[in-house]
């Protein structure tokens, strides 16, 4: 059983629910949502609050809430009429009931900027408001629930064969440069079963070499040994989250910080250089790294691909060894065709405080303690850096294609041509 970021259902009664990933890994505890954005004191806890403040993240995660969103807002509104005139919605009306749905669906694009996987979806659900075979508000409802199940199921879907082409383009890339013995991966933020439908991106492929091309499981002359998943600063996606799913799906594992790439890389892969510095007997694993695997959260039409902010130096990092592939892995929801080149894509600055401060779990005995009010595991914010100096933020950044090898979506993996193009 995989974890579990979205949980919602249509029956008995439609509800939808998140898994509190400012909680994770300290613990897990899943928020309501009733409410596509919040609205004076009429809602409790909305897609965009989840969305915005981070409680979900990660590209495909944020699409299925804002999506599931929807589908609660629109099925409270119609069934509850108190609710429905407090969000000042008209269902005796449909021309006027779709316009004010239309303008709350806006308000959720605008949560997020730079994952287009949102906008996708949302973008979809527009277009089945403005079907006009379609007259009343239930029928309205039906189309819109029926789509955002088959988009989280497609996006599941999406990442297993995601996970099975990345794994062929790996066996393919080792096979044709003859390599024999252990190799390991690198990755950054998260990119698991917490931040889609399950499984996971470029951590659905490294679950699929552990699974497939493990040193017991390989069919092959070389093996995956080891993965390193940088911290991801300053949210630290990497150590709370990506930790949390190797560690719970007993992949191997080593933590590092985003500044030890490179010593790391250059003690692995070119151990003759740092022979006095007895760095490789403190590392559970010296198998050379031959892939930097990673997720995205957009990804335009000449393959220039947003991602967290350090997935840029990884790309430039990967450049300096010939023996290193980029992988960028994303379903298709995640590619924006109507953006020619990464220069436009719109990059998020994230509040000055998530860098500044820092949200941890206090620790008593070795366990993490619990709050005697709340039940709930005691968690405090501490500040580590000096109150009221300049701080930049951005939380994403563009990495261009030509640092990328290789582009694995669910249809396939691809690989650029011979004047280095990626085809999309
Ligand atoms: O800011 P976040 O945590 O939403 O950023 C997430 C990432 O950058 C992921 O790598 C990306 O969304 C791909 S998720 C499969």
Request: proline content about 0%.
């Given at each position: 059983m995989s974890l579990q970021a979205i949980k919602f259902q249509s029956s008995p009664k439609v509800s939808l629910s998140i898994l509190n990933q400012l909680q994770v890994p300290y613990q897990s505890k899943y928020l309501n949502i009733d409410s596509i954005a919040p609205f004076k004191d009429v809602t409790t806890f909305s897609g965009y609050e989840a969305i915005k403040g981070m409680y979900t993240r990660g590209a495909p995660a944020i699409m299925l809430v804002g999506c599931f969103a929807i589908v609660v807002e629109m099925d409270k509104v119609l069934n509850d009429d108190s609710f429905s005139h407090a969000l000042n919605y008209d269902i005796s009306n449909y021309e006027n009931f779709k316009t004010r749905l239309l303008e709350r669906i806006d308000e959720l694009i605008q949560s997020r900027p730079t994952a287009v996987n949102l906008a996708n979806g949302c973008n979809q659900i527009k277009s089945i408001i403005a079907d006009s075979s379609i007259t009343t508000t239930s029928d309205l409802y039906s189309r819109i629930l029926s789509f955002s199940e088959n988009l989280y199921k497609e996006d599941f879907q999406s990442n297993i064969d995601i996970g099975n082409n990345g794994l062929q383009y790996i066996i393919e890339t080792l096979k044709a440069e003859n390599f024999k013995g252990p190799f390991s991966v690198m990755t950054i933020c998260n990119t698991g079963s917490l931040a889609t439908s399950?499984?996971?991106?470029a951590l659905g492929i490294i679950r699929h070499l552990n699974q497939y091309l493990s040193k017991e499981t390989t069919e092959y002359p070389f093996y995956f040994e080891h993965t390193y998943p940088c911290e991801t600063r300053p949210y630290n996606q990497g150590s709370r989250l990506t930790a949390y799913e190797l560690q719970y799906e007993k992949i191997p594992f080593t933590l590092i910080t985003d500044n030890m790439p490179s010593f790391l890389i250059d003690n692995l892969n070119r151990p003759e250089n740092h022979q006095n510095q007895h760095i490789l007997s403190t590392l559970s694993s010296n198998a050379p790294l031959r892939f930097i695997i990673v997720g995205s959260d957009r990804i335009v039409k000449n393959g220039d691909l947003a991602n967290k902010i350090g997935t840029f130096q990884l790309s430039l990092i990967s450049k300096l060894y010939d023996e290193i592939k980029f992988i960028g892995a994303a379903p298709i929801t995640t590619i924006d065709y109507n953006t020619e080149s990464g220069i436009d894509i719109k990059i998020e600055e994230r509040p000055k405080d998530e860098l500044t401060m820092v949200l941890g779990a206090k620790i008593e005995n070795n366990k993490f303690a619990?709050?005697?009010?709340?039940?709930?595991v005691a968690l405090e914010r501490v500040r580590m850096a000096p109150l009221d100096i300049d701080v930049w933020n951005p939380s994403f950044d563009v990495t261009p294609h030509?640092?990328?090898d290789c582009i694995v979506t669910e249809k396939s993996y691809i690989t650029k041509d011979s004047n280095g193009e990626f085809h999309l």
């Open positions: 399950g499984h996971g991106t619990i709050d005697s009010k709340t039940g709930d030509e640092n990328i």
